[in-house]
Each structure stands twice: as structure tokens, then as C-alpha cells.
């Protein structure tokens, strides 16, 4: 099945500061979607994207998927110690298939 | 949003007994859901698909005799984890979507440990 490669693995940063992560795939893809995962908690559902250069916005978090639909990347603007999580992008219709992750860590 | 009920939240056992975990949707009708397993700091991976009234079907790699897939009713899918090694020991995470290409909504997961 199709692989979504995510970077970076970690990203520590200072409160205040933005971040990023991004997601790609060789292959054109379908749809993305976003979760957010708690510490010790579930996977919870943040955004679909499914049109070629679609970016969406929620609040300080910024979605955009490729041109070519082989890439995606969420973006944080002005992180919060509430925004500390991994974040997973997946793609799929029912069954996902998840990227590896990135787990944000904040210096209050 | 939809709600997924799992049970329980965390279980530890001993080295070849079996465990079971439901998955339930609340408030909705799931005729598919899925299993996830996730290891400490890493991704999830899809373990197998629960079918309402069929077999489940399993991932390559994923044992169907050691991981037992019951869904026996529209609301209801279970994960048998039989004879648990400490290897099994792992976050086990459900899921239900309402259709295709919609969100997915996740149940609390279990944390299975073995000891």
C-alpha cells in the first residue's frame, strides 16, 4: 500500500515558536489527513484535505496539501504548551495508513 | 463527533492468557472498524479489519490465531490477544470511520502489558 515518509521525528522548540512538519509520499495520493495524539491518549481527528493545493486553516494551524498531491505539511504558528503531542499525518479512505510522526515538545 | 467506546483503558496480564478488548461505536452503526496496534514512540500500524458479519482481515505479518477478530454486532468489534507473550505488550487502538474518506474516530485504546 501507499507509504506517507514524515519528518522530522522530533522537534523541540520554545513556547512562542513556530513549527512544522511535513508529510510525503512517491506516489499521488488521495487524501491527507491530520490527527493529534496526546501523550498517553488517541489519535484525534484535526483536518482532511483532498484537492490539489488545498490549505486550510484552524486557528494557528495551517494545512496545506501539494500541487501534486505527494506532500502535505501542518504548520503551527506561535506554539502553546497545549499544542505538546505528536502529530500524524495518514492517508486512506477507511483503512489509514500513518506516518511515522512528529513529536513536538515545548520549553515554556 | 461520533464516539468509540474502548474497554478497558489498561490491562496487565500474565505471560499466556488470553485478552480481550471491545470496541464499541456509541452512537453510530460501524459494519467495518479497525485495529491498530502502536509500540512505545512510534506510529500505528493497522493490524486487521473488523467485518460485521464476516471474517476480519489481517494485515500481512499479523498472526489471525494469536490476534481473534469478533464482530458481532453493528456496534460491536472484539480483539482477543490469545496466549500473550511480553512482546505483545503494546498500545491496541480501534477505530471506526462513519464512511469512506471521512474522519475516524478512535477509541480511547487499551494499554496491554505482559508480564
Known amino acids: 500500500g501507499q507509504q506517507v515518509m514524515q519528518i522530522p521525528q522530533y522537534q523541540h522548540v520554545q513556547e512562542g515558536e513556530d513549527f512544522t512538519t511535513y508529510c510525503n509520499s512517491s506516489t499521488t495520493l488521495s487524501n491527507i489527513q491530520w490527527y493529534k495524539q496526546r501523550p498517553g491518549g488517541h489519535p484525534v481527528f484535526l483536518i482532511q484535505l483532498v484537492k490539489s493545493g488545498e490549505v486550510k486553516k484552524q486557528k494557528r494551524l495551517t494545512f496545506q496539501f501539494g500541487e501534486a498531491k505527494k506532500n502535505s505539511s501542518l504548520h503551527i504558528t506561535a506554539t502553546q504548551t497545549t499544542d505538546v503531542g505528536t502529530y500524524f499525518c495518514?492517508?486512506?479512505?477507511?483503512?489509514?495508513?500513518f506516518g511515522q510522526g512528529t513529536r513536538l515538545t515545548i520549553n515554556p | 463527533g461520533a464516539v468509540v467506546s474502548q474497554h478497558p483503558s489498561w490491562v496487565i496480564c500474565k505471560s499466556g492468557t488470553s485478552v480481550k478488548i471491545e470496541c464499541r461505536s456509541l452512537?453510530?452503526?460501524?459494519?467495518?472498524m479497525f485495529w491498530y496496534r502502536q509500540f512505545p514512540k512510534q506510529s500505528l500500524m493497522l493490524m486487521a479489519t473488523s467485518n460485521e458479519g464476516s471474517k476480519a482481515t489481517y494485515e500481512q505479518g499479523v498472526e489471525k490465531d494469536k490476534f481473534l477478530i469478533n464482530h458481532a454486532s453493528l456496534t460491536l468489534s472484539t480483539l482477543t490477544v490469545t496466549s500473550a507473550h511480553p512482546e505483545d505488550s503494546s498500545f491496541y487502538i480501534c477505530?471506526?470511520?462513519?464512511?469512506?474518506?471521512?474522519?475516524?474516530?478512535f477509541g480511547q485504546g487499551t494499554r496491554l502489558t505482559v508480564v
Open positions: 477505530s471506526a470511520p462513519e464512511g469512506a474518506y471521512t474522519e475516524a474516530f
Open positions: 452512537d453510530f452503526q460501524a459494519t467495518t
Open positions: 495518514a492517508q486512506g479512505a477507511q483503512k489509514l495508513v
